[in-house]
């Protein structure tokens, strides 16, 4: 065992010159480690990222605690509201699902019930999981369907898409579409159908996380999950048959006993000699879920939020939306109406988050890391405090204000003045649709 040499102490600590003889004079064993990067270079590099960031970086931090603790004093401190009943309901969601689903067995259920509450209660995971929420109940609700039995559902509707089809567009589009099929064809619809619409969610989510502002991406993990929930309780209860069930079986009743259909992507699969769509299109837990088409209203969803977020792609993001309709159209998964409704259903959510949730684009920032304050809302420049108009005018040093002043609280909103904020503000305000953990906790939230 390595033993420190002896040494003298010196009889007052305040005597630089006898301390830093006394450091010369200690050795440690510690092997030396090379430095790749100079000393120099280092500091130029940190001084680089850190000019980079605005002095209020504050509101584009995440939270790198691993204390439950942490989130215990968050619920404590937090103000509950209306909003708040939000969970009530993915609560009482997610227990019909667990309770409705046969397998996997309630081992396998508690112990994803467990990894959940785990990641909930650490305020690293938290930020994460919370604006999640809304899509793990959509994705469990969307498995338990296959579970639900036939006698507790509402009868199939096989004429009523049809008959919409003939009247609003005087023909059924999709047998249109689809009666000149080619592998080019196949290809083309199968890219955005089967591929894209799967993976397009996580990469406006990555884009919209480091170009959008702070609060961006959780508004968006949020409205994503409630439209998601919304068409599949639409198609719980209103269930619809899809085109292929026409070109199959035609107007003929339907039950819950029929097998789905890939329809056209069944042509994928015999072009690549895979069984990727075959089986999991026939297994599929909402067979009658024409009504409405969620591929249509994710798409105009993503394309409404990156338009919002980069106005001048929109053309890009409307081009990828008529894309995806063609695409359900000629693979026989969908009516015209139905991509109708599907997009109607994604317009109504996003711009009532966007209205309510959605932090203001700011065109002179780049990235969130270069956001002073957010504002909230789509509420006119002009009016309240405007600070988007101001720019590069507006003083730093009242968008700084944050330990003792809170810009937008629900009485300075009410009343257009600025109001002092709680001493101890709640990271836990951040996690519900009424606030934003990303800017709250610094004060420097405007809502319109």
């Known amino acids: 065992m390595y033993k420190l040499p002896t040494a003298t102490y010196p009889s007052s600590w305040q005597d630089g010159a006898a301390f830093r003889s006394l450091k010369t004079r200690l050795s440690f064993p510690w092997p030396s480690i090379p430095v790749v990067v100079p000393h120099r270079l280092r500091r130029k590099l940190r001084s680089k990222l850190r000019s980079r960031q605005s002095a209020a970086s504050a509101?584009?931090?995440?939270?790198?605690?691993?204390?439950?603790?942490d989130t215990l004093r968050a619920v404590r401190a937090h103000r509950w509201n209306l909003y708040d009943a939000q969970y009530l309901l993915l609560a009482a969601l997610a227990v019909f699902a667990f309770a409705v689903i046969q397998t996997p067995g309630l081992a396998v259920k508690?112990?994803?019930?467990?990894?959940?509450?785990?990641?909930?209660?650490?305020?690293?995971?938290?930020?994460?999981?919370?604006?999640?929420?809304?899509?793990?109940?959509?994705?469990?609700?969307?498995?338990?369907?296959?579970?639900?039995?036939?006698?507790y559902r509402p009868p199939i509707w096989v004429r009523v898409l049809p008959a919409l089809e003939n009247i609003f567009y005087g023909a059924n589009l999709s047998n249109i579409l689809s009666a000149h099929q080619h592998v080019f064809l196949d290809v083309l619809a199968w890219l955005p159908y089967g591929i894209i619409h799967f993976g397009a969610p996580f990469v406006c989510s990555a884009i919209m996380f480091i170009f959008g502002p702070p609060g961006m991406v959780p508004a968006f993990a949020r409205s994503f999950g409630y439209m998601n929930l919304a068409g599949v309780s639409i198609q719980l209860l209103f269930p619809c048959s899809p085109p292929w069930y026409e070109n199959m079986y035609g107007l003929a009743p339907a039950n819950y006993s029929m097998a789905g259909s890939p329809a056209g992507l069944a042509r994928v699969d015999q072009l690549f000699g895979i069984d990727l769509y075959t089986s999991s299109f026939t297994a599929s837990p909402i067979v009658f879920g024409a009504f409405p088409s969620l591929h249509a209203g994710c798409a105009t969803f993503e394309a409404l939020?990156?338009?919002?977020?980069?106005?001048?792609?929109?053309?890009?993001?409307?081009?990828?939306?008529?894309?995806?309709?063609?695409?359900?159209?000629?693979?026989?998964?969908?009516y015209a109406v139905d991509l109708i409704g599907g997009s109607l259903l994604a317009g109504v959510v996003f711009y009532v988050a966007k209205s309510h949730f959605i932090p203001r684009v700011q065109p002179d920032k780049d990235t969130r890391w270069d956001y002073d304050y957010v504002e909230i809302g789509d509420g006119p420049a002009e009016s309240g405090y405007g600070l988007a108009a101001l720019g590069p005018h507006f003083p730093r040093s009242a968008a700084l204000e944050g330990d003792e002043w809170a810009v937008g609280s629900s009485s300075s909103v009410s009343s257009g003045l600025r109001s002092p904020a709680?001493?101890?503000?709640?990271?836990?305000?951040?996690?519900?649709?009424?606030?934003?953990?990303?800017?709250?906790?610094?004060?420097?939230v405007k809502k319109a």
């Open 305 to 334: 939020f990156m338009s919002h977020t980069f106005p001048q792609l929109r053309p890009y993001f409307i081009a990828y939306t008529l894309w995806i309709w063609w695409a359900t159209m000629y693979l026989s998964h969908h």
């Open 59 to 69: 509101i584009s931090a995440l939270h790198t605690s691993l204390s439950p603790l």
């Open 110 to 151: 508690a112990a994803i019930a467990t990894l959940l509450t785990l990641a909930l209660l650490l305020p690293l995971t938290r930020q994460f999981f919370f604006p999640f929420l809304p899509i793990a109940t959509w994705l469990v609700l969307f498995y338990a369907c296959r579970f639900v039995p036939g006698d």
């Open 422 to 444: 709680d001493e101890s503000p709640s990271n836990w305000d951040g996690d519900t649709l009424a606030s934003h953990s990303d800017c709250d906790a610094a004060g420097m």
